[in-house]
């Protein structure tokens, strides 16, 4: 089924190597998309943490240094139900943390993200930017969004965890499915954080897209070298989208401390927690990931309110010397990280595909 897309999707997005640099908000950079897009790649910049204005700076930043192909990417979660008690008493558990770097927590926690879905100033910066594509994550915009963006001529791609999500794209007429696997690095894409998770490793959800709906399956999780593409290739997947190989290039935007921890054995600990954002998300092993493992996740505020106090905490770590309290996203192959320039990465990753499928 998915199979027979592959090639009209390569086209459709503008690339000839079946490569998406993942949307990593934060992370990615209008310098790492440029690279992958000028690479053959698609290049994308996650826009989840911005005003449209920011956006459309970043899409024009990106514009000067490609003619390439470009997907955004916007989270369109559901809004957050503020719950004062509970946020306060979040701030209190966190309060230890705050005073051993000689700080103290802020006196109340807000909602720091505008979801797509309320954001009519992003959609209509799109509209008028039309970039290549636009990407979902954490759950489907409205009907006259998907309209809007489909009558400018962007391409729509959403993420799915599970079958049923997959069916839910392909009902609303979105063009892709990206298969997040549980392996894969930052936020988890399921539409509803408080169901139960199947938890589908990233071979066996392509597999079961590819065979049951009759959309392009891009594979997402745990994917870091061109063995790997070749792997969900094989199983149907029009292309792979990678975050993690991506983290530690010279585009990217994370931190030294981040980028020492990805290349230490808290790598081969990556660890799924609500802790740090109030979504489930995959990292690497720090401090706030040891803190979250003993915390229920009825006891943490709603996404993106818990973030407020995860970025608060991580600017006093960082401004102690600290830095594990940051969001150091990283998939379940973070072992096989590169520290390369965007460009040198898509030329090996090339190059390992050519050999793997030679």
Known sequence: MATNHSHRL?????????????PMAGTSSPAM???????????SLGVGAMNAAKAREAIHQFRKESTGPLNINVFTHRPARANTQKELAWLERLRPQFERMGAVPPDALHEIYTSFLSDADML????????????????LPTRPQIEALHHAGIVLLATATNLEEAKAIEAAGIDAIVAQGYEAGGHRGMFDPDV??????????????VQEVDLPVIAAGGIMDGA????????????????TAFVATDESLADAGYR??????????TIMT?????RPARSLANDFTRLGSSV?????????IAYDAGKSLNAAGKAAGQTGYGAQWAGQGAPLARALSAHALMQALKNELDQALS
């Open 10 to 22: 390569l086209a459709r997005l503008g690339i000839t190597v079946p490569i998406i640099q993942a």
């Open 33 to 43: 998309a440029a690279a992958v897009s000028e690479s053959g790649g698609l290049g």
């Open 124 to 139: 209509d910066m799109l509209v008028e930017e039309k970039p290549k594509a636009v990407s979902f994550h954490f759950g």
């Open 196 to 209: 139960e998770d199947s938890r589908l490793g990233t071979l066996a959800l392509t597999r079961v897209l």
């Open 228 to 243: 790997g593409i070749a792997a969900v290739l094989s199983l149907g997947a029009s292309a792979a989208q990678m975050g």
């Open 260 to 269: 020492k921890l990805l290349f230490s054995d808290a790598a081969r600990h």
């Open 274 to 278: 609500r802790a740090i954002s109030g």
């Open 296 to 304: 229920s996740d009825d006891s943490i505020p709603d996404y993106p």
